[in-house]
């Protein structure tokens, strides 16, 4: 699977042009992600030597990322009237969804097993204790 991460926000907490706090287990969850056989596309806004830190921030940490703000490695906008910002991949991981970011535990599962936000929400709530706890309703007289 080819799969887009942010950085700000996503990977660490939003300090733009500073780089934040590592969000717990973003760092881990991709490299498993990637020894699992995905391929991860680092998708930031940032450009230059602030993405240039972004990219060294994660390499220093042990996370090699497949391509850059770009479909695959050897894409460039040299002469190239195709060319798109717009990434071409199955999943993007962003803390802008809707919904916000899930934990990455969450975001692992779902990649390995292909669920999808629906699936996970309907797994919570079967396994929600709530249900179990409620009393029965009252039938008043006046239904059939």
Not at 25 to 30: G, H, N, R, S, V
Not at 103 to 114: A, F, L, Q, V
Request: aromatic share 12%.
């Amino acid at each position: 699977m080819l799969i887009a991460v942010d950085f700000d926000g996503t990977i660490v907490t939003h300090k733009y042009p500073e780089i934040g706090e590592e969000i717990p287990f973003a760092i881990d969850t991709l490299k498993m992600l990637r020894q699992d056989g995905h391929r991860i596309i680092l998708w930031s806004v940032r450009e230059g030597h602030l993405l240039d830190e972004a990219v060294e921030y994660c390499r220093q940490r042990g996370l090699e990322f497949y391509a850059v703000n770009r479909d695959y490695p050897e894409e460039t906008t040299d002469n190239n009237p195709h060319f798109s910002r717009k990434l071409k991949v199955d999943v993007f991981i962003d803390d802008r969804n809707l919904g916000g970011l899930p934990d990455w535990g969450t975001i692992y599962r779902m990649i390995k097993h292909r669920h999808t936000w629906n699936d996970v929400v309907d797994e919570l709530v079967s396994q929600s204790s709530i249900h179990h706890s409620l009393p029965p309703k009252k039938k008043h007289w006046w239904q059939f």
